[in-house]
């Protein structure tokens, strides 16, 4: 789990600068902005820097994004403890630069790479295991966050009256916390949180409709590739994103069984209609939330606005060299149709052994458009 607020931001700027610093002077490197170049300048590398404060380790170097990760206690540890974490990492990142990916945490060609450089112990054992605090996540249960799995989980009532208040309830209450939490934070140095969720080796609509509809939990989604995989990574606060991690895992098996229905209900088959058909599901939803919001009165739409307004600000603080892409695709009007209908149907209840909360109509007429 990674973790921003301007003081972290103002902290990754600090360690860039070391890390620079060590690069050119210590390992003898060339650096241009924001990469670096190995010994024999045949390739450039990125230095990514994040911050996490869920790991029991000081610092790590993850090969699939080329990044390097130090602990949030570092911000308050001696500039030699913290240098020293950054020769360890940067040690492991030109280990994987001339070896590849090696399975031992520390091997000879890691060692070796230290005393070449003349780092000695205090480099090479630098990452230590921090001991006797193993609970570094803010992101423990919260009394909010029980409240609304109980109301997601009414929503398994065959009822559909009682499992839509059910629903209508829980965004309320998110809602609610959402703005309580919003006056009584600190603008200044507020935290917010970053996961990464549903890996996967390749894009697709069922993933883009879980974005769009975790969109609606206050949170920011941004596809990310790393390696052979592609995640989606959720940004914001730590109770919405635990929700958001939830309903994701809901839907990720959620979103299956509901074409199958369509399936069998409309006779649909191929990607095409699949696809559509998920996307239809996620503006089936949004936009029963989005009416939900036409209701609210002036002041809670005030207030929504500054939520949503903190929460894109978030996102440049995260993401600041954040790049779009947009793709054409083709469409198939009458399983995009379906999937909107089921979609306003659709009720977030992550409960076991239950029966889709998506009633389907008793009828549907099959058409082409």
């Known amino acids: 789990m990674f973790v921003y607020s301007q003081k972290i931001v103002q902290f990754i700027d600090e360690i860039k600068k070391s890390i620079k610093l060590c690069l050119s002077k210590e390992i003898g490197v060339k650096v241009n902005g924001e990469r670096f170049f190995d010994h024999k300048k045949t390739a450039s590398y990125p230095i990514k820097v994040v911050v996490f404060n869920n790991k029991s380790l000081l610092g790590y170097f993850d090969p699939n994004f080329y990044e390097v990760g130090f602990h949030e206690c570092l911000m308050h540890s001696s500039k030699e403890q913290l240098h020293n974490v950054i020769r360890h990492e940067l040690a492991h990142y030109f280990t994987f630069i001339h070896h590849g990916e090696l399975f031992q945490p520390h091997p000879p060609q890691f060692r070796e790479f230290c005393r070449q450089i003349g780092w000695g112990d205090e480099v090479s054992r630098a990452t230590f295991c921090l001991q006797g605090n193993e609970n570094y996540s803010e992101l423990e249960e919260s009394g909010i966050l029980r409240k609304i799995k109980k109301l997601m989980a009414l929503a ?5 009256h009682e499992a839509e208040q059910a629903m209508i309830k829980s965004q309320q209450l998110l809602l609610k916390h959402n703005i309580e939490a919003s006056y009584l934070s600190s603008n200044d140095d507020q935290k917010v949180f970053l996961k990464r969720i549903l890996k996967q080796k390749r894009e697709t609509a069922k993933m883009r409709a879980i ?14 590739r790393g390696g052979d995989f592609i995640y989606l990574e959720i940004l914001g606060t730590s109770v919405n994103l635990e929700i958001a991690e939830y309903v994701a895992n809901f839907l990720d098996s959620e979103l299956d069984e509901l074409w199958k229905q369509a399936q069998k209900l409309a006779k649909l088959k191929g990607m095409i209609a699949k696809n559509s058909f998920l996307l239809g599901i996620a503006k089936g939803y949004c936009n029963k939330i989005e009416a939900l919001k036409r209701e609210y009165t002036n002041e809670i739409k005030n207030a929504l606005m500054v939520i ?3 929460l894109s600000d978030a996102k440049d603080m995260a993401y600041q060299r954040l790049t779009w892409s947009k793709s054409s695709r083709k469409h198939c009007g009458t399983s995009s149709a379906l999937g909107e209908l089921m979609g306003k149907q659709l009720n977030i209840n992550p409960a076991i052994n239950r029966s889709s909360s998506s009633r389907l109509p008793l009828q549907w007429i099959h058409s082409d458009s």
Do not use: M, W
Not at 156 to 160: D, I, L, M, T, V
Not at 211 to 224: E, G, N, R, Y
């Open 156 to 160: 398994e009532s065959s009822n559909p």
């Open 211 to 224: 974005a769009q509809i975790l969109a609606t939990f206050f949170v920011s989604t941004v596809f990310h």
């Open 308 to 310: 949503e307004q903190e």
